[in-house]
């Protein structure tokens, strides 16, 4: 039987599976939404900047992060739920491409870890 679900777009594994509107990837546990799938490229192509469920971000919105995440240089974490408003999107190095101020400091973070607010 062919492999019809895309593979992810996070890590490349092909092992990934729809559920409900979305597709998961139970290597990396990154979810996408199933309707986003064939905008992907085109977002790409236009320069979009997308949060990890697809929608689009501009700069001003408000995300919410949807993991933990490690501080390089801080012994702090940024935890799953913290809410950051007024952020900038930026073209960094890495796929960092969101330039946000939170408790610890101005930072710039990867958007497929965001969700608009």
């Given at each position: 039987m ?42 790409a ?35 799953k ?28 973070l ?6 608009k607010?």
């Open positions: 062919p492999h019809t679900t895309p593979a992810c777009p996070q890590c490349g594994q092909e092992n990934t599976y729809p559920d409900a509107d979305h597709f998961i990837c139970p290597d990396c546990a990154h979810e996408w939404p199933q309707a986003a799938a064939p905008d992907s490229d085109e977002a192509a236009d320069g979009g900047v997308r949060d990890a469920h697809g929608n689009p971000l501009q700069d001003g919105d408000a995300v919410i992060l949807v993991k933990d995440l490690k501080v390089k240089g801080a012994s702090s974490v940024l935890k739920g913290t809410k950051v408003k007024g952020i900038r999107l930026v073209d960094g190095a890495d796929g960092h491409n969101v330039d946000c101020k939170t408790e610890l400091g101005s930072l710039l990867k958007s497929e870890f965001l969700k607010a």
